[in-house]
């Protein structure tokens, strides 16, 4: 007895076509979900910002640096881990430049889009651990969204299996990329047998990384950068066992593929990060904010959307923030005012916010309070 005739009836289908042609246009299924998944980490995280205290809109002003800066991110690591195709014998330089082509590491996504919101964090003079812990939600979501362009283009798939949910995979024409070789009745060809789908593994497991910060994060009020960390061992432990599983060529470093390697020197980092790191969640107040009371007795501001004051709020972005703690942003909130014993630093729009920056004495009820000016120029950005 082998292994095909151990298939069951039942199996998950892919698609034949991953390329839509409107036109001169073409339309690629794996673009179209990259894109959802931006809109859907946007959406989340601009939520969490507002909720920390950041004026609506940042998460634009940070996205148009850290998209593009992550798809460049994503490239580069992409030709850097396996570059055969790009420059070895009968590589193509140039097409390394295809982005359209495919090609993208979820790692390099990571530190470029890192460097892009580093970058859009000084302008907005906000610190960047509080971008990193508003963004832990979204970016799994996004990632799960993102899986399911590998569906499209069936690629990323595991070994045979005989489970009820085997992937039926299609023989992809290398001469006309997005579709399905087909036979003389004109069906599409199927790779024998059924495949364990491991892209819907990890986006499955993403959905998980995403619904575990949101509850360790509410329980715990993580901060600087914590809940990033914890977002980043989440995901790094789901891709270290399914890149295990997967069949697709890569290059391997004693016989174990490249990304497990990277997996597992990821989730090391970002646990000593998570351990040694400590401090209260950040929570911003904008220069010259208006008095904005509220209902006391609201048990969790993580939770609490402050787009009811989105109407009374100064237009565009302010010229900065000063952070403080929890207490003290909800004593301004019930108030206008800050606590007594605040102190104040102003810090230039273009001096850079530093990553781990916190409140001096983390022991006092109201932190210590940084301020940064934006020029006038970018308010409106």
Not at 9 to 17: K, V
Not at 348 to 363: F, L, R
Request: hydrophobic residues 45%; contains cysteine; glycine residues 12%.
């Amino acid at each position: 007895m082998n292994l095909a005739s151990l298939t069951p009836q039942a199996a998950l289908p892919s698609p034949s076509t991953a390329v839509w042609q409107i036109g001169p246009l073409p339309v690629r299924a794996y673009a179209l979900c990259i894109i959802l998944g931006i809109v859907v980490a946007c959406w989340v995280t601009e939520r969490r910002l507002r909720q920390r205290g950041v004026a609506p809109g940042a998460v634009l002003d940070i996205a148009v640096w850290a998209v593009p800066a992550g798809i460049v991110g994503a490239r580069i690591y992409h030709v850097i881990s396996s570059p055969e195709k790009y420059f070895g014998t009968g590589g193509d330089p140039m097409a390394a430049f295809a982005i359209w082509e495919g090609g993208l590491g979820i790692w390099g996504a990571v530190a470029g889009g890192a460097v892009g919101a580093w970058f859009a964090a000084r302008q907005l003079g906000i610190p960047l651990t509080v971008i990193a812990d508003a963004l832990a939600i979204g970016l799994p979501l996004a990632q799960a969204v993102g899986r399911l362009g590998n569906w499209f283009n069936n690629e990323l798939y595991g070994g045979r299996t005989t489970l009820p949910w085997g992937l039926e995979i299609h023989r992809m024409d290398p001469n006309n990329p997005g579709q399905a070789l087909r036979d003389e009745s004109g069906q599409p060809i199927l790779e024998p047998g059924l495949y364990h789908p491991t892209f819907a593994y990890e986006a499955l497991w993403n959905v998980g990384v995403a619904v575990l910060v949101l509850v360790l994060d509410r329980k715990l009020r993580l901060g600087r950068g914590r809940a990033f960390a914890l977002y980043v061992m989440g995901y790094t432990t789901g891709r270290f066992w399914i890149e295990l599983m997967r069949t697709d060529e890569a290059n391997t470093i004693l016989g174990v593929r490249l990304n497990v390697w990277t997996a597992a020197l990821v989730f090391l980092g970002a646990l000593v990060y998570f351990v040694r790191v400590r401090g209260p969640r950040e929570y911003l107040i904008p220069i010259e904010a208006p008095a904005a009371p509220t209902a006391a007795g609201a048990a969790d501001l993580s939770q609490v959307d402050l787009s009811a004051r989105e109407a009374t709020a100064p237009k565009g972005q302010p010229e900065g923030y000063r952070v403080v703690d929890e207490e003290s942003f909800r004593a301004w909130r019930e108030t206008g005012e800050l606590p007594p014993g605040a102190a104040d630093t102003e810090v230039p729009a273009d001096t850079e916010v530093p990553a781990g920056s916190a409140p001096a004495d983390a022991g006092t009820p109201t932190g210590t309070d940084q301020t940064s000016d934006r020029a006038a120029s970018d308010r409106d950005s």
